[in-house]
């Protein structure tokens, strides 16, 4: 018996969202389930989950929630973390400082950021891993809606506050933007907000992460 | 068949279970990471959309006692709790089922303290299994609210009365989301007919019940209990084939056989962690190897007949153990013992190997099923069985 290669999964894609606990528990969580639910409608093998280990419960810690989108069955779904993301999310801009929020990306991978702030200024207080990202995105959520803060949807119980009211509206229309990785109508259907999702991907910044860390540490 | 497929969690499918069972009462104290189930019927019960009476317990060995008190009292009880609020609660395990009361346990497991941890080890639940409750694990959302629903048609069911912990996999099944088919309340009210207890408390005609008892009584006392559980086996199967008529889901009452046709070993298992085992052995088949998966699905009662015919047809058995039993024979798990217990005597010589494995909530890995896959067939092709227990991932 060989093990090589056995186990991959080629067809699969992995969406990594930080956040800060207890004020953006549930933007994160609706940022992977929002597009997630879409790619399902698209006829894809989908998972969306939050970190178990994170204390979500403790105020401003780093939290995380996952998504994984699949031409395949998944087969890796009860593996804990995200461990080679494709598309990273942070629903807040101090998140770049002091966290490996790059960790294990893969080649291509592409980093979204709720920020009014540059490209070219964050990347600055990236220091690891940049070397497989492809393209980075910002987005200003906070100047087109503001976090739903609620327990409601936390341990796997039912979110009765409806999906994509808060920041994350603005958020997964970045993502769309930056990565095509859902059908942008698809996730309008799914979102409370739409109008913030408009808006939002009219004003999203993509900017090829190549030609600015260049720049930047040129 | 009608469907209504929704995407939830374990818990949630619980919940809806409980819920669609129609409960009366529900004590609730918080615990990851069986809390998902107790959120959801709070909410379902503030909404409106549950009327029970939801007691917030303050511990574990409370909510066992209010929902005892509730059972003697002629209600449809519900409570459920995690890791170290099960053994918390041990003490009342025995009186639920010494007085023949059948509410009902949701455990979604987790490690007792070390490590403590929020993961899912099946040593909580393992500790209560010899008090005379029925118990099983579900291995996704759409049996953890199946198993709630037989669950209660077999413990209420006049020739057994006897409580049920209906266990699932902490996170793995108690957390990630899977696709559930949520059944009608027509179709749950042909399947269990509300709860009547034979001996209910009433102010008007006092009784006592769980009196002090003289010690010549005692063998008398058990032997009843003995016998109820012994007079499962027959209730279970006919529960089984009811459900399949009316919700067209049919399950094996005691084992689920996966890819087992002409395989020479097998991986024996129980819980959550049957899908992955399923995944590699898919795997080898599709490389030729002959392996397959076999899931235990009900525990307490232990299915020894049907364990020893079933495991009989092949050459290994790899018997995977989740929980911990320091010093128990050949230094694995109780579902070892009790695999080898069964093919004890048996006119087929069986090899069985255990492995420990998963503990704390780490997850066991498509490359540890594959090295245990890789033992059994080593163990088929020589003979020889030496090391008899493996501890993952340490010794193998």
Same mark, same amino acid.
């Not at chain 1, 119980?157 to 229309?173: F, N, Y």
């Given at each position: 018996?060989?093990?090589?290669? @056995? ?9 990594? $969202? ?42 401003? *810690?780093? =939290? ?6 699949? #031409? ?6 009860? $593996? ?7 598309? =990273? *999310?942070?629903?807040?801009? #101090? ?26 200024? @964050? ?15 910002? &987005? ?10 609620? @327990? ?29 990785? *859902? ?23 993509? =900017? ?11 | ?12 499918? #619980? ?7 129609? &409960? ?9 990471? %069986?809390?998902?189930?107790?959120? +959801? ?26 929902? %005892? ?73 759409? +049996? ?22 209906? /266990? ?11 696709? $559930? ?10 399947? @269990? ?52 008529? *009316? ?16 395989? +020479? ?54 018997? =995977? ?8 024979? /050949? ?12 093919? %004890? ?10 492995? &420990? ?28 069985? +030496? ?10």
């Amino acid at each position: 018996m060989s093990i090589q290669n @056995l186990f991959d999964e080629p067809g699969l894609k992995q969406i990594t $969202v930080w956040g800060r606990g207890v004020y953006e528990n549930k933007e994160a969580r609706d940022v992977v389930v929002a597009l997630t639910e879409a790619a399902s409608k698209e006829g894809k093998y989908i998972q969306a989950w939050e970190n178990y280990v994170d204390l979500p419960d403790r105020i401003f *810690v780093p =939290v995380r929630a996952y998504g994984k989108i699949s #031409t395949e069955e998944i087969e890796s779904r009860y $593996v804990y973390e995200n461990e080679a993301p494709d598309i =990273v *999310v942070l629903t807040e801009e #101090t998140l770049v400082k002091g966290i490996n929020i790059l960790s294990g990306i893969k080649p291509g991978a592409v980093l979204v950021i709720n920020s009014k702030r540059s490209p070219e200024y @964050l990347i600055k207080f990236i220091k690891e891993n940049t070397e497989n990202l492809s393209k980075i995105v910002t &987005v200003d959520a906070n100047s087109l809606s503001k976090s739903v803060i609620t @327990l409601s949807g936390a341990e796997g119980a039912t979110d009765a506050s409806g999906i994509g009211k808060g920041i994350s509206a603005a958020l997964v229309a970045a993502v769309v933007k930056g990565t095509e990785i *859902v059908k942008f109508d698809n996730l309008l259907e799914l979102i409370a907000n739409k109008s913030v999702a408009k808006k939002a991907y009219d004003q999203t910044i993509v =900017v090829d992460a190549d030609s600015i860390q260049k720049k930047v540490f040129a | 068949m009608k469907t209504n497929i929704k995407r939830m969690s374990g818990c949630v499918a #619980t919940a809806n279970a409980v819920k669609l069972a129609n &409960v009366d009462v529900i004590c609730s104290y918080p615990i990851r990471p %069986y809390t998902g189930i107790m959120s +959801e019927l709070a909410r379902m019960v503030a909404d409106g959309e549950l009327d029970a009476e939801f007691v917030l317990g303050e511990g574990e060995h409370g909510q066992l006692s209010v929902v %005892y008190g509730a059972s003697a009292s002629g209600a449809r009880a519900f409570t459920g709790s995690s890791g170290v609020g099960v053994t918390y609660a041990m003490e009342v395990y025995s009186p639920i089922s010494g007085e023949r009361l059948p509410l009902q346990m949701a455990i979604a497991d987790r490690t007792l303290d070390p490590p403590g941890d929020f993961g899912s080890e099946h040593t909580d639940a393992l500790c209560c299994r010899d008090q005379g409750w029925i118990q099983g694990w579900a291995s996704s959302p759409q +049996e953890a609210l199946d198993l709630t629903l037989m669950y209660y048609r077999i413990g209420e069911d006049p020739r057994v009365l006897l409580p049920q912990y209906a /266990c699932q996999d902490g996170y793995f099944v108690s957390h990630i989301l899977g696709d $559930v088919d949520i059944p009608s309340q027509e179709q749950v009210d042909a399947f @269990l007919p509300p709860y009547k207890n034979h001996h209910v408390l009433d102010t008007k005609d006092p009784v006592i019940i769980g009196p002090q008892m003289e010690p010549e009584m005692g063998p008398g006392t058990q032997y009843q209990r003995h016998l109820a559980v012994e007079g499962m086996y027959k209730v279970f199967e006919e529960v089984h084939e009811e459900f399949a008529d *009316v919700f067209g889901r049919k399950y094996d009452p005691w084992l689920e056989e996966y890819m087992t046709d002409d395989a +020479e070993s097998v991986i024996f298992l129980q819980g959550g962690h049957a899908e992955t085992a399923k995944n590699v052995a898919k795997h080898l088949r599709n490389l030729g190897e002959k392996v397959g998966v076999v899931r235990l699905r009900t525990f307490r009662p232990f299915p020894t007949k049907q364990v020893r015919e079933t495991l009989s047809k092949f050459k290994v058995v790899g018997v =995977v153990d989740n929980s911990v039993n320091f010093g128990i024979s /050949c230094g694995a798990g109780v579902l070892l013992t009790e695999v080898r217990a069964a093919l %004890y005597n048996n006119d087929k010589k069986v090899e069985t190997v255990g492995f &420990v494995a998963g503990l704390g909530g780490a997850m066991i890995t498509h490359d540890e099923f594959y090295k245990m896959f890789d033992v059994l067939k080593n163990v088929a092709k020589t003979g020889k069985n +030496e090391k008899q227990s493996y501890w993952l991932p340490f010794e193998l």
